[in-house]
C-alpha cells in the first residue's frame, strides 16, 4: 500500500520535501545534542523536564484521542464516522511515533533505551507508560491496515479485527492514564499530587485530539475530494464542546483544593504559573493567553449558532488546541519544578536547539500524517483527478 | 514471614487484582503490608541499617567545617567542579541554609544570627526510597544488606524520573562531560559519562575497605557520626536515644536515614556572641 504515497502533485512534493528539511534541521540538532550532552538544552538540575517531556505528555493526549471516533463508531455503529474513523486511527500513528521520539531525545543515554525491556521493572510507571504506548502503536498499525486493506479489495473487514478495535478503547484511556501516573504519585512533586490529574487528562486530551481532527479533516477537504461530512463535523464538535467544558471544570476544582486548603506548597506552585515568583514569571503570560483561548473557546463552542458555522469552528478548534497545548505542552512540567523542593524559584526557557529537534519531531508527526492520510485517501479513490 | 502478613498480604492482593497488574500496585506504591504507623517504625531489624548523625551543634556558622566535608568527599568520588555555572552542578554533599532544608519547619522568631547557618545535605538513603522505584532499568536500588541506596553508572539510562521523583534533591545529572571539569582526577575512583544520573553512596566503596565516609573522616569531634542503627550499642543509637534529632520531610514516608541534631538552647546561650540577647529589640529592627 505505501506505494500510494510515492505519488502525488506537485503540491504534495513541495509539503514532504518542506517537511524533510525541518526534520533535517533537528536531526542535526540532536546529532549537536548527542555529541554535546543535553547541556545545549535549557535544562537544569532543578527544572531536569522540560519543553521534550511536555510535548509528550501533550501528545499522547492526542494519540488517546482517537478513541472519541472509534468509540462511537465500532460501539455504538455510529456511521456519521464512517468516513472520519480511519483518520483518528491514522493521526493517533503519529502522535505516539511523535511520543517516542519526544522520550527518545530527553535521554541522557539513547543507545541504552531497551534496557527499560531488558531489565523490566513494574514498580516503574515509566516502565508501563513504554509498554501502553507501544502496545498502542501496534493496536493502531495492525487495525488500520487490515481495515484499509480488506476495503481496498472491496471486502468487509474481517471478524477477527474486531475484538481487537474493543480492546484498542480501554488501551487508550490507559495510555493517558498511565501517563498521569507519571506524575501523580511522586511525593516530591506536590503540584502534581493530585487526583484528578488522570481524568484532566483525559478531558484535555478528548477536547484537543479530536479539535485537531476537525482541523485536518477540513485540511485534507480542501486539498482532495474527501469530504468527512456536515454531521461527522458537528458529532465531532460536541465531543469537543463536553470535553472542554470537563477540563475546565476539572482545572476550577484543582484550582478550588489548592487555593482554599492554602498549603503553601500547592499554592506556590500556582502562583508561580498565573503571576510569577521571586520576579519570575516566564509562564505567566502564556498561562493568561491559555486562560483566554479557553473562554474564548467555550463561547464559541457552547453557543448553537458558532458552533454549527464552520468558520467559528475552526477559530474555536485552534483556540482550543492551543490553549490545551499552553497548558500541557509548555507550563504543567516545568510548573512541577517550580518552586524546587528546597523553595528555589529557576529560570527554565527552551534553548534554540531544543526548539529545533522539537520542531523536527513535530515535522516528523506532519509527515507521517500526510503519509497515512494520502494512503487512505488513495485507497478510497479521494484523490483521482477531479473530473469537473 | 508470619501468618498475619501473609494474611494481609493475601487481602492486599486479591483487593487489587481487578486494578491493571494489582501485583505491580503493590510493588509500585512500596512495601506490601506498609501500613500507616510504618511510617515511624523502626527500620527493618535483619542486617544492618547505616545511618548518619549530623550533629548541628558542633557546626560552625562560617560553613568552614562544611566546606572540608563538601571537598573531601567531591574529591574522592571525581565530582566535576562547574564553578559558577549553577545550570550544569553535581554535587553529592552540599550546604544550604538550616531553614531552606527544614522548610516544613518555620524559625521566624529564632535569632538571625543563629539563621541561615549552612548545613551539609546529601542523599538521605532512605528506608522506603521514591528514587528506586520509579527507576524503569533498576538502575538505582536500596540494597537490603545495610540499607545504601546504590547507583549503577553503567545501565542507567538518563530519564532523570528519580530526580524528579527524590523529595530532597539529593540527585545529579550529566548535562555536560564532567571529565574536562575535574581538577586532577582520582584513579581509585571511576569517573563518570554525559548523560547519567549520580549521587551520594554513603561511600560504599571505602566501607567495603573497611573505612569510614569521606566526608566523616574530614571531620575531627564526631561533628558527623556514621553507624549501624541496628546495632543498639552504636554511636548512633546513642546520640539518636539522647538527642533531640529531625530528619528531612519525615511526613511523606521515605524514612530518611540522615539525622539531624539540633542546637541545644542551652547550648545557644552559650556560644552565642555577647552583644546579641534572645528576644532582644534586634529582631524588629532588621
Known amino acids: ?182 506524575y501523580a504519585g511522586l511525593a516530591a512533586r506536590p503540584f502534581w499530587l493530585t487526583a484528578i490529574m488522570a481524568p484532566r487528562f483525559l478531558a484535555s486530551a478528548f477536547a484537543s485530539g479530536p479539535a485537531l481532527l476537525i482541523l485536518l479533516a477540513l485540511v485534507v477537504r480542501k486539498v482532495s475530494d474527501f469530504d468527512p461530512g456536515r454531521q461527522a463535523i458537528r458529532a465531532l464538535a460536541t465531543i469537543v464542546t463536553y470535553a472542554m467544558v470537563a477540563n475546565v471544570f476539572f482545572v476550577a476544582v484543582e484550582l478550588f483544593t489548592a487555593l482554599y486548603s492554602g498549603i503553601p506548597e500547592h499554592v506556590s506552585h500556582f502562583a508561580y504559573l498565573f503571576m510569577g515568583l521571586d520576579g519570575e514569571a516566564t509562564l505567566a503570560p502564556w498561562m493568561w493567553t491559555s486562560a483566554v483561548l479557553a473562554v474564548v473557546a467555550l463561547v464559541l463552542l457552547l453557543n448553537p449558532g458558532s458552533r454549527s458555522s464552520e468558520a467559528s469552528l475552526v477559530v474555536a478548534c485552534v483556540a482550543v488546541f492551543a490553549s490545551l497545548w499552553i497548558d500541557k505542552g509548555l507550563a504543567m512540567v516545568v510548573a512541577g519544578f517550580v518552586p524546587s523542593p528546597l523553595g528555589r524559584v529557576v529560570h527554565y526557557s527552551p534553548t534554540t536547539p531544543e526548539l529545533a529537534i522539537g520542531l523536527g519531531i513535530w515535522a516528523a508527526g506532519l509527515l507521517v500524517v500526510t503519509v497515512l492520510f494520502k494512503i487512505a485517501l488513495e485507497v478510497r479513490g479521494h484523490l483521482r483527478p477531479r473530473s469537473r | 514471614m508470619d501468618a498475619s502478613r501473609r494474611g494481609f498480604l493475601k487481602i492486599a492482593g486479591l483487593s487489587l487484582v481487578g486494578a491493571a497488574g494489582g501485583s505491580t500496585l503493590v510493588a509500585a506504591i512500596g512495601e506490601p503490608g506498609m501500613a500507616a504507623e510504618s511510617l515511624t517504625a523502626d527500620p527493618p531489624a535483619s542486617g544492618r541499617r547505616l545511618a548518619m548523625v549530623i550533629d548541628l551543634r558542633k557546626f560552625g556558622h562560617d560553613g568552614e567545617l562544611v566546606e572540608r566535608c563538601i571537598r573531601a568527599c567531591h574529591r574522592a568520588h571525581n565530582v566535576p567542579d562547574f564553578g559558577a555555572d549553577r545550570k550544569n552542578e553535581i554535587k553529592w554533599v552540599w550546604a544550604e541554609d538550616f531553614e531552606l532544608i527544614f522548610r516544613d519547619e518555620e524559625f521566624r522568631y ?77 584513579a581509585d575512583f571511576p569517573t563518570r559519562t554525559r548523560g547519567v544520573v549520580e549521587k551520594c553512596t554513603f561511600c560504599e566503596e571505602r566501607l567495603a575497605r573497611g573505612g569510614q565516609p569521606a566526608c566523616v573522616e574530614a571531620c575531627a569531634d564526631d561533628e558527623i557520626v556514621f553507624g549501624d542503627l541496628n546495632d543498639p550499642g552504636s554511636k548512633v543509637r546513642r546520640l539518636l536515644a539522647e538527642h533531640l534529632a529531625i530528619r528531612r520531610k519525615p511526613g511523606l514516608g521515605t524514612r530518611p536515614e540522615v539525622y539531624y541534631i539540633v542546637e541545644d538552647p542551652r547550648t545557644l546561650v552559650e556560644t552565642a556572641p555577647a552583644a546579641v540577647v534572645p528576644g532582644a529589640a534586634e529582631n524588629d529592627h532588621v
Not at chain 1, 1 to 20: D, Q, T
Not at chain 1, 29 to 38: A, F, H, I, K
Not at chain 1, 110 to 125: D, G, K, V, Y
Not at chain 1, 146 to 163: C, M, S, Y
Request: aromatic fraction near 12%; hydrophobic fraction near 50%.
Open chain 2, 110 to 186: 529564632l535569632r538571625r544570627d543563629l539563621q541561615g547557618k549552612p548545613t551539609l545535605l546529601l542523599c538521605n538513603h532512605c528506608d522506603n526510597p521514591p528514587c528506586t522505584r520509579v527507576c524503569p532499568t533498576k538502575a538505582t536500588w536500596r540494597r537490603p544488606a545495610d540499607g545504601i541506596v546504590m547507583m549503577d553508572w553503567h545501565r542507567c539510562i538518563g530519564c532523570r524520573y528519580c530526580i524528579v521523583a527524590c523529595p530532597y534533591g539529593s540527585r545529579s545529572f550529566n548535562w555536560a562531560d564532567p571529565r574536562p571539569h575535574l581538577e586532577s582526577p582520582h
Open chain 1, 1 to 182: 500500500m505505501f506505494e500510494k504515497a510515492l505519488s502525488g502533485g506537485r503540491r504534495y512534493w513541495a509539503w514532504i520535501v518542506s517537511l524533510l528539511v525541518v526534520i533535517g534541521v533537528g536531526a542535526a540538532c540532536w546529532y549537536w545534542q548527542l555529541s554535546e550532552g543535553l547541556a545545549i538544552t535549557g535544562l537544569s538540575r532543578d527544572v531536569v523536564w522540560g519543553f521534550y517531556i511536555a510535548q509528550f505528555t501533550f501528545l499522547v493526549g492526542v494519540a488517546a484521542s482517537a478513541v472519541m471516533v472509534v468509540l462511537p463508531y465500532y460501539l455504538h455503529d455510529y456511521r456519521a464516522f464512517g468516513k472520519i474513523t480511519i483518520l483518528g486511527e491514522l493521526l493517533a500513528i503519529a502522535a505516539v511515533i511523535m511520543c517516542m521520539l519526544f522520550i527518545f531525545v530527553d535521554m541522557g543515554m539513547p543507545a541504552r533505551i531497551l534496557n527499560i525491556f531488558l531489565h523490566p521493572t513494574p514498580s516503574s510507571m515509566m516502565f508501563w507508560d513504554a509498554v501502553a504506548l507501544g502496545g498502542y502503536l501496534v493496536l493502531n498499525i495492525v487495525i488500520s491496515r487490515v481495515t484499509l486493506g480488506a476495503e481496498r479489495r472491496g471486502d468487509p473487514p474481517p471478524h477477527w479485527i474486531k475484538p481487537i478495535i474493543i480492546l484498542s478503547i480501554p488501551w487508550a484511556i490507559s495510555i493517558h492514564t498511565v501517563t498521569a501516573f507519571l
